[in-house]
């Protein structure tokens, strides 16, 4: 694939680099809905969650391994974070750009994030 997180992951394109191991890519996102706000790909492009694999399993792992890094690289960790999967826009996901699987990581503390705030969205495609 060619999409917009694919470049930043072999670095065709610049971005401000949090984290990186062989399986997965962190960077800061360019539209922050909190003060921080990491973006942590796989650098295999998996389109949408529900398009993974079984073969995928360990790669899956990897990414929110890849979250568990970011929060101990920033000290998230102590004060807990988020970290959100949105498949499809029914479950609000905003970026379509490029369909990718990412996971944003974002601090929690108690104070709510866009994402958080918004009211519930329907499931499935009905009337």
């Known amino acids: 694939m060619d999409c917009i997180f694919c470049k ?12 990186e191991n062989e399986h997965v890519v962190a960077f800061h996102d360019l539209r922050p809905v909190a ?11 998996i389109e949408r969650i529900d ?3 079984g073969d995928d399993a360990e790669l899956l792992g990897q990414v929110l391994l890849g979250a568990k890094a970011v929060a101990d690289q920033l000290g998230l960790g102590p ?3 988020r970290v959100v999967l949105n498949n499809g826009e029914d479950a ?4 379509f750009i490029c369909t990718r699987t990412c996971l944003p990581v974002v601090p ?5 994030v866009e994402s958080a705030t918004r009211p519930p969205l329907r499931v499935g495609r009905g009337p």
């Not at 930043?8 to 984290?19: E, G, N, Q, R």
């Open 8 to 19: 930043i992951a072999k670095k065709d394109i610049p971005s401000k680099l949090v984290f």
């Open 35 to 45: 003060p921080t706000h990491v973006l942590v790909i796989p650098k295999k492009h």
């Open 51 to 53: 398009h993974a694999r």
């Open 79 to 81: 004060g807990g974070f």
């Open 92 to 95: 609000g996901r905003v970026c």
């Open 108 to 112: 929690w503390r108690g104070r709510p």
